[in-house]
Structure formats: structure tokens, C-alpha cells
């Protein structure tokens, strides 16, 4: 039931240990540094001001009011597993990584300066800005979304083998790495770099028609879903499996992925800028379109049997179809010398 309250009037730091039951608050406008191991198991508030804390920290429960900023910056790779709650505000500054593994419900901004922010657990703030060289990283252990803007010229990486939803507009422009289960993309991504792990799935799902003009790059699997038109206009390496489970996917830059699954009353269009082969499989029960004036040339064993449009440019089959109807636009041309099953018109 007792309380220690430092209020110092000047930037301090303690070097100490704070122990025992009791309780800590850090009030005044100043900064205090906690450099000690302290143990005690109470309590901790901040009502005012910057609390630092570089050493360690027993302390299972820490409420940073409206205006205070809560700093961690471990000299080593620590994990926090109490709850940061309140209005105010948290920092991760120093080069070490900080695992957050606790039901965080503080509701100002997180600011990365340096090093790893890990949140293994939840977290209600709904501002994360990551500056360059620094990462946050979300690895929750059950599917969640998370609603909130990450920001600033830091990195992301998806880790965990559940599924993180990402639904707002996001902002950061540095690299995105998933390194296992599945990221999923319902808002916007200025990040022009997401790498696949072998394994790992990243999911568009657009609310509105979208391009994305960055690389996707990596083993994984790549998967379009919802209603909308996703434009990918870069130069994507990923070698894993494309899915289409909905909407239209449209390429008019380049693929590597070699399997292409389209769910029926799903579209994929391919409207390369340059003429180009696609060695790969397109599968499934939808449709496929070849638009743009440049010519595509599938020399896949191609068993999707959906319908299949050319709007634009020549179409040049050398490989297989399993389509049940093609329709040639005017002005366009298709050339076949591969093989065909299953036209019905």
C-alpha cells in the first residue's frame, strides 16, 4: 500500500534498484531514467513527463496518463509481459529488441526509434511509427486485425504463424517482411517491398480498385481476394502459388509465380507492356483476359476452364487450354498452335 513518487525538477537518472511491494510513480514535467534492476512488483504511474526505463523492470502494471510518454530502451533483448495502459504515450528507443507480450491498452502513439519492437500480445495504440533502421514486428498468437496507421521510413515483418490483418492506411516506406503465417492487406500499403517466406501468405483484399507498384519478392504465396481490382504493376519475383478467390487480379508487369488459381467468378487479366511468355499453370474455374496491346504467349499446361476473353493485342497459345469459350475482340488476335479441351463456344 505504500508508494515512491519521484517528481525530480531536472532530467535525472537513477541508477538504484526500486524493490519491495509497494507501489511507483514518476509525476513532473521532467525526464527520469530507471538505469537499476528494480524488482519491485507494485504498481507503476506515470502522470507527467518522460519515465525512461534502460535497466529492468518487475513491475507487471504501468498507466502513462495523457501527455506522459513511457520510454524503454534495454540494453539487451528483454521481454515485457505486464500491461501498458492509459492515454499517454510509448517509446522503444535503443538498439536491442523489446518483446511486448502483454494486453497493451494504451491508446496514444508508439514511437520506434531504434532497434526491434516486438508485439507478441495485443496492442490498442493506433499509431506506430517506425524510423529508418528500426522494425516492428507482429507476431499474435491468435488471428487478429489490426486497425491502426504504421508509419515513417522503419520496416514491418509478419512473424507467427497466425493471421495479421492490416485495415489501415499504412503509410511506412521501408521494407515488409512475412516470415511465416499469413498478412492480409484490406487497407492501403505504401511499403514497395514485401518479402514471402517459403511457407508464409500475403493477402490483398482492396476495398476499392488498387495498384501496387511494389516488388513482391520471396518463396511464398500470394493470394487477391474481395471484389475489387488489384492492379500489380511492378516487377514481382515471388516463385510461390498465386490465388484468386475473388475480384479481378490484373499483371501488367511481370509474374514469376508459376501456379495461378482462379476461383470461379474470379478474373485474372495479363496486360504486359512487352511481349512476354508465361511458362506458368493458370488453374481453377474462372476466367482469364488478355488486354493491353503487347502479346502474351502461354506455353503453360493451362487447365483453368473458365472463360477466356482477348481485349486487346494478340494472345499466342503454344501450351494447352482447358477454356469453355474464347471470345477475340475486334481489332485482336489470337494465335493457337498448342492444344485444346473442353470449348464449348
Known amino acids: 500500500g505504500a508508494l515512491l513518487d519521484m ?37 507503476t504511474a506515470i502522470t507527467a513527463g518522460t519515465l ?25 533483448n528483454t521481454t515485457y509481459a505486464g500491461v501498458i495502459s492509459g492515454a499517454g504515450d510509448f517509446r522503444k528507443s535503443g538498439t536491442a ?7 497493451n491498452t494504451y491508446t496514444g502513439d508508439t514511437t520506434i526509434t531504434a532497434g526491434t519492437l516486438r508485439v507478441t500480445g495485443s496492442l490498442a495504440s493506433q499509431s506506430v511509427a517506425v524510423a529508418a533502421g528500426a522494425l516492428f514486428d507482429m507476431s499474435p498468437t491468435a488471428n487478429t486485425t489490426y486497425a491502426g496507421v504504421i508509419e515513417g521510413a522503419g520496416d514491418f515483418q509478419k512473424s507467427g504463424a497466425a493471421t495479421l490483418t492490416l485495415s489501415g492506411n499504412n503509410t511506412y516506406t521501408g521494407d515488409t517482411t512475412i516470415t511465416a503465417g499469413t498478412l492480409r492487406v484490406t487497407g492501403s500499403l505504401a511499403s514497395q517491398s514485401v518479402d514471402v517466406a517459403a511457407g508464409a501468405l500475403f493477402g490483398m483484399s482492396p476495398a476499392a480498385n488498387t495498384t501496387y507498384a511494389g516488388v513482391i519478392s520471396g518463396a511464398g504465396n500470394f493470394q487477391k481476394s474481395g471484389a475489387a481490382t488489384l492492379t500489380l504493376s511492378g516487377n514481382n519475383t515471388y516463385t510461390g502459388d498465386t490465388t484468386i478467390t475473388a475480384g479481378t487480379l490484373r499483371v501488367t508487369g511481370s509474374l514469376a509465380s508459376q501456379s495461378v488459381a482462379v476461383s470461379s ?18 488453374s481453377g474455374a474462372g476466367n482469364f483476359q488478355k488486354s493491353g496491346a503487347a502479346t502474351l504467349t502461354l506455353s503453360g499446361n493451362n487447365t483453368y476452364t473458365g472463360a477466356t476473353t482477348v481485349s486487346a493485342g494478340t494472345l499466342g497459345v503454344t501450351g494447352s487450354l482447358a477454356t469453355s469459350s474464347i471470345n477475340v475482340a475486334s481489332g485482336a488476335t489470337m494465335n493457337f498452335s498448342g492444344s485444346l479441351t473442353n470449348l464449348s463456344s
Open 7 to 43: 517528481s525530480p525538477s531536472a532530467d535525472t537518472t537513477y541508477a538504484g534498484v526500486i524493490e519491495g511491494a509497494g507501489d511507483f510513480r514518476k509525476s513532473g514535467a521532467a525526464t527520469l531514467t530507471l538505469s537499476g534492476a528494480n524488482t519491485y512488483t507494485g504498481d
Open 52 to 76: 525512461r526505463v534502460i535497466g529492468s523492470l518487475a513491475s507487471q502494471s504501468v498507466d502513462v496518463a495523457a501527455g506522459a510518454l513511457f520510454d524503454m530502451s534495454p540494453t539487451a
Open 97 to 103: 529488441t523489446l518483446t511486448l507480450s502483454g494486453n
Open 265 to 282: 467468378g474470379a478474373l485474372f487479366d495479363m496486360s504486359p507492356s512487352t511481349n512476354t511468355t508465361y511458362a506458368g499453370v493458370i
